[in-house]
């Protein structure tokens, strides 16, 4: 096998997921290569290594310079071709899966994703995903090669085992249409802290807050552990927080790595808004709420005592 | 204390105005047809057939001939029966032109069987007369429902899901049409940014077949003095569809366990068990909404049903795949209508109480009725005649009178449901009566409102079983299988005085399936999102009206 | 102007949705609705045309026949015409073979714009409107909260995870929406009756020059091997606070290394 992981990057530093991406490349085995794509990265690339990959291609460009997709499309269609790689990777975002689907349609390559894990099986790459809201698992395969998967955020953990690898520069030509898009105007890093649907961790209140006021907790927990604070219906309705915060059937769909249910009871229109998140902590004081059938982790007591404590438990240990 | 101390705040006449919309923005078709059920859907069909036959009068009724609306998302969303049907008005409607063998039935009714049940057995007890099923079919309302409007549709009526009829445009003494609802409207009422208003309909005929407790149909009784001598009254029914192992080989109806018998408790009713096909199964529970105690709950008498060994037995290893619940009238003969037409309108179905209670049938005499109010409406559409002139649908009324259906329900009309009654009653009663045609037992119109009931606090939860999540559910999993995704921010479209004493917001806490009700100091909160228009508040101290269109449940093999 | 919308129906997100485990597809039976965020797509379609005076606004689908009752509700809020390219050969068709397709049809069409909703709720890949742009060779924007038009180039505010982008691209161009960008418009009740008279076109594979071996599995470059449920969730731990149930939580965080 012969892979090659597109890495991303934002403001001077390789993407967390990309990395995590391209340690499971490693440990599948064959050669493994990288690629970067930008303006002044040259730097950037060489710390790819550091997580693996025995080649690391750059390509150094002031038409790279903006996070657009198409000319991404056409630099990787140039190496892909060049270098002879059978399966190339990409951990899924908003700018990677428009490069991962352009580069499917120039290929006319096999792309799967949303995938949840990557396994070698009887000698054949198959890619693990979950459908129809989490019910059924897919085993999905690819008929052709180039093998292209996009694998959802958050899936794999970067875990550094290589030295410093083999930096190579490299030429693309672009298509005119790929550089017809223009930025205008780059975002910065949101204040606020992330939105519910990109948050990793999020903590919710539901009615066992007792009231608006209980949510200065659910919030300072939020902050502690660097996530978004999400509601249910029944709050939002009673106006104790708004609605763009509500997670479940009439409200957002999220997949955080960690869920946390401050005073949820968890029925099933809640449910159905937050159960592929990777872990659910739930507090609650009925020790037959619904939620404690499906959380990893469930606390019968009192959030008004917990909640606070565990926040302190959380400052300092990331003090630490 | 009784429900009806705390009336609604509901007066009919807000839901009859004139026609406002500038005339060319009006709607304008030839017959309206309000609710495509069986009753409406037949309407459909039947005028369908008859203008096929009659092109000049067709062109004449316009662009759209014959409309049909529909509140539901489609038609069959919002439809929720048993059912074990008499197909003898479908082969009436579609005689010459489809086969039952066609039609979306799920099989013969071959063997059934009655039970009668306690806590831990189940005893065979010999069918009542009225209740014998042997060449009729099973069917799911629902899916019955989708396939007649196709047939509608084939036959030229066009129908607009999502369209909910708020009011009866009426001047002059008659009917013009309907107004539909508005969409777009938030918690408090207010225009949001997408807020479409609703749009008069005009027709020469308008037919209201809006099933049972039909918010215009109650609205015409009102404004046109059409109320019959007794009162409606009403049973609220929770059903499931299950997926299961084995498949069963009969129908059953059960009485007994787990209502409780005691005069005082007036607990009747019983559950249904009926086969669809090989791998489905439907069952039931169905209760006089005149219960007293305060704690009882439809609902959860269902989950308490399962728990019998019998029915435990047969949903081993199965999955709950539909939920549903919906009210049926039980008032019978003595509480139709005086007269079910008026100038430009005619009424049909459950709207109008057309249920044979104890045989637990009326979807033929739905179908029958629409079929008969086609050909009324047909006859007042030649020229020579006008549909609004006094009498003129008169036809409808008489020819109703003159069929099985007013034959079937004058026979069985002393009797609340004969397996209700406690089980030595049962089988003596219902002999009784077939016996002597309905004469005896001697006519009892002790039909009070249902919200007359004095309610009492008799413990009826303390058997309720927890929701285990795979026999046992609990209200919030039921309303997410009904398919019920209503935006929160809907309007509230039901009608309660919320300043209620703790008994009464017990209650209807405990009876509504859909947990709408929360009995909260001071009174009760209402989630009207969760509701799925069953009915029931209506038959108890309140008034459901039609929600936006669209919202509400989205039933497919109920 | 020509706009066309590209539409994918959903089976209705009631509640099963199931993979026929025979052929390993959706099982499609189910009653069908407009994926949401195409909903979207379509409103923004009408407002364009609004803004813009007038404009031709084309919906597009690849589907079963059983598609054009819910494409028909695009008619009614004020679409002015439907094109459902339906074919036996093309189910099954991944997303090289789905790109074939639309990109065909869209050729054929040769709109100033196309728009699609950013994902569909149930294969959920937010893949197909940049497969598309490449076939089509034209400049994309996705995920875009806010769209305007402005002497015949667009400019298009992507939500990304850091923030908004604000991004130009001139037309002909391809837009993929977020439903962040409006709240769709209920059909009137004269838009719903008049929807049937509108214009509606079903094209077969061989209409469009898309020949067998680029359509439906023999066109498709991945396929489902297996299905199988999904991994247990593991024990569910639950318990009773005596005081020291932070601490137990911070326990678990750690040891899950969530923290």
């Keep these: 096998m012969k892979t090659l992981v597109f890495l991303e990057h934002h403001e001077g530093a390789l993407q967390k997921d990309s990395l995590g991406v391209l340690s499971k490349a490693v440990s599948l085995g064959g050669e493994v290569e990288a690629v970067v794509l930008g303006q002044g990265i040259e730097e950037l690339a060489a710390g790819a290594g550091r997580f693996g990959a025995t080649r690391v291609h750059v390509m150094d460009d002031v038409l790279l310079a903006a996070p657009l997709p198409q000319p991404r499309v056409d630099a990787l269609e140039t190496l892909v071709g060049e270098g002879g790689f059978d399966t190339v990777l990409f951990a899924a975002s908003v700018l990677s899966a428009d490069v991962a689907a352009g580069l499917a349609a120039r290929l006319g390559a096999g792309l799967n994703y949303d995938l949840t894990d990557l396994v070698v099986e009887d000698g054949q790459l198959v890619g693990k995903r979950p459908a129809l809201g989490d019910s059924v698992y897919v085993d999905a395969g690819w008929t052709s090669e180039p093998r292209l998967a996009l694998v959802r955020s958050g899936t794999f953990e970067p875990s550094e085992t290589g030295g410093s690898p083999d930096v190579q520069a490299y030429e693309s030509r672009f298509q005119d249409f790929s550089l017809a898009a223009t930025m205008v105007e780059q975002a910065h890093e949101e204040a606020e802290g992330p939105s519910i649907e990109d948050a990793e961790v999020i903590v919710a209140g539901g009615r066992g807050l007792g009231g608006p006021e209980g949510f200065a907790q659910v919030e300072e927990l939020a902050k502690a552990l660097g996530g978004a604070v999400a509601a249910t219906r029944a709050v939002v309705d009673a106006g104790w927080y708004p609605y763009a915060a509500q997670v479940g059937q009439t409200g957002k769909t999220v997949s955080p ?6 005073g949820i009871s968890g029925a099933i229109q809640h449910k159905v808004g ?45 003090a630490a | 204390m009784k429900p009806s101390d705390f009336p609604p705040p509901f007066d009919a006449r807000e839901f009859v105005a004139a026609p406002s919309d ?165 918690r408090g009422g207010e225009e949001l940014a997408n807020f479409e208003p609703g749009s008069d309909v005009l027709a020469r005929v308008t037919v209201l077949a809006e099933g049972t407790q039909g918010h215009l149909t109650g609205v015409a009784l009102d404004r046109f003095g059409l109320h019959g001598e007794s009162p409606q009254v009403w049973a609220l029914g929770v059903k499931e569809v299950w997926q299961v192992q084995k498949p069963l080989d009969r129908v059953i109806h059960t009485l007994g366990w787990p209502l409780r018998a005691g005069a005082k408790y007036r607990e009747f009713g019983g559950s249904f068990v009926y086969p669809m096909g090989d791998d489905l199964v439907t069952l039931g529970m169905v209760v006089g909404l005149d219960h007293r105690d305060v704690e009882l709950s439809v609902h959860d008498l269902l989950q308490e049903l399962k728990t019998h060994p019998l029915l435990r037995g047969l949903l081993k290893g199965g999955e709950r795949v539909a939920w549903g619940a919906k009210t049926i009238p039980e008032g019978g003969f003595l509480s139709l209508p005086r007269r079910l037409h008026a100038p430009g309108l005619l009424i049909c179905g459950d709207g109008a109480g057309l249920v044979n209670v104890p045989a637990l049938k009326g979807i033929h005499y739905a179908v029958e ?113 009904s398919g019920n995704k209503t935006r929160d921010d809907a309007p509230n479209h039901i009608r309660v005085q919320t300043d209620v004493p703790p008994e009464l917001a017990r209650l209807w806490e405990n009876m509504c399936p859909a947990q709408v009700y929360e009995a909260v100091e001071g009174g009760v909160e209402v989630t009207a999102s969760n509701c799925v228009q069953c009915g029931a508040i209506t038959a108890k101290g309140g008034r459901l009206t039609p929600p936006e269109g669209g919202s509400g449940p989205e039933y497919t093999l109920t | ?112 714009l196309v728009l699609f909703g950013q994902q569909a709720s149930d294969a959920d890949g937010a893949v197909l409107q940049a497969a598309v742009a490449d076939r089509l060779q034209r400049p994309l924007i996705s995920q875009v909260a806010e769209l305007r038009r402005e002497d015949g180039k667009l400019r298009g505010k992507r939500q990304t995870e850091y923030g908004y982008d604000v991004i130009e691209a001139p037309l002909p161009a391809v837009v993929a929406v977020s439903d962040a960008i409006n709240e769709p418009r209920y059909p009137s009740l004269k838009g719903i009756m008049g929807a049937k008279s509108k214009p509606q076109e079903t094209l077969s594979l061989g209409d469009l020059g898309v020949a067998a071996d680029e359509a439906g599995e023999a066109g498709s470059r991945t396929t489902v091997l297996a299905l199988g449920e999904p991994p247990a969730r593991g024990d569910t731990v639950k318990i009773e606070d005596d005081g020291s149930g932070a601490d137990k939580i911070l326990k678990f965080l750690l040891e899950k290394k969530a923290l």
């Design chain 3, 1 to 112: 102007m020509k706009i066309a919308v590209c539409v994918k129906c959903v089976p209705d997100s009631s509640a099963h949705t199931r993979i026929d485990p025979a052929t390993k597809r959706l099982d499609r039976s189910g009653e069908a609705a407009l994926n949401a965020f195409d909903v979207n797509a379509v409103e923004e379609a009408l407002r364009l045309r609004e803004a813009a005076g007038e404009a031709e606004v084309v919906v597009l689908s690849l589907g079963p026949e059983r598609a054009l009752e819910p494409m028909r509700k695009a008619l009614a809020m004020g679409a002015d015409r439907l094109v459902l390219v339906s074919d036996e050969g093309a189910a099954g068709s991944d997303l090289v073979a789905t790109s074939r397709i639309l990109g065909a049809a869209l050729e054929r069409e040769s709109p100033d």
């Design chain 1, 274 to 318: 937050m159960q592929s998140s990777a872990l659910i902590v739930a507090i609650n004081k009925d020790p037959n709420a619904p939620i404690f059938e499906y959380a990893d982790f469930g606390v019968v007591g009192d959030l008004n005592e917990i909640v606070p404590k565990l926040t302190e438990l959380v400052r300092q240990r990331r």
């Design chain 2, 369 to 481: 009725s629409g079929r008969l109010a086609a050909e009324a409406a047909f006859a007042a559409l030649q020229p020579g005649e006008t549909p609004w002139r006094p009498g003129a649908l008169a036809r409808y009324d008489e020819s109703l009178r003159d069929s099985f259906v007013w034959d079937d329900l004058r026979r069985v009309r002393n009797m609340r449901p004969a397996f209700g009654r406690g089980l030595v009653l049962g089988g003596a009663l219902a002999g009784a009566m077939t016996a002597t045609r309905g004469a005896f037992p001697p006519g009892s119109s002790d039909l009070e409102p249902d919200a007359d009931q004095e309610l009492i606090s008799a413990g009826g939860a303390a058997s309720y079983p927890a929701a285990d999540g795979k026999l046992t559910f609990d209200k919030l999993s039921s309303v997410f299988l």
């Design chain 1, 257 to 262: 790595k960690l869920y946390v249910a401050v």
């Design chain 2, 22 to 186: 500038p005339e060319d923005e009006r709607i304008e078709v030839g017959v309206l047809i309000v609710g495509a059920g069986p009753a409406g859907l037949a309407c459909a069909i039947r005028l369908g057939q008859l203008l096929e036959g009659a092109p000049e009068l067709a062109e004449r009724l316009g662009e759209v001939p014959v409309a049909v609306l529909e509140k539901g998302k489609q038609p069959g969303s919002h439809l929720l029966s048993g059912a074990v049907v008499n197909p003898r008005s479908l082969r009436t409607l579609f005689k010459g032109r489809v086969r039952t063998s066609e039609m979306p039935f799920h099989g013969r009714v071959e063997h059934e069987a009655v039970y009668f049940l306690t806590r831990g057995r189940a005893m065979r007890i010999p069918a009542p007369p009225t209740m014998r099923n042997h060449g009729n079919l099973v069917a799911s309302l629902s899916q019955l429902g989708r396939w007649l409007a196709e047939q509608a549709e084939a036959g030229g009526a066009t129908i607009l899901p999502e369209t909910a009829a708020a009011k009866l445009l009426a001047s002059d003494a008659r009917v013009r049409g309907v107004r539909t609802g508005d969409k777009g409207r938030g």
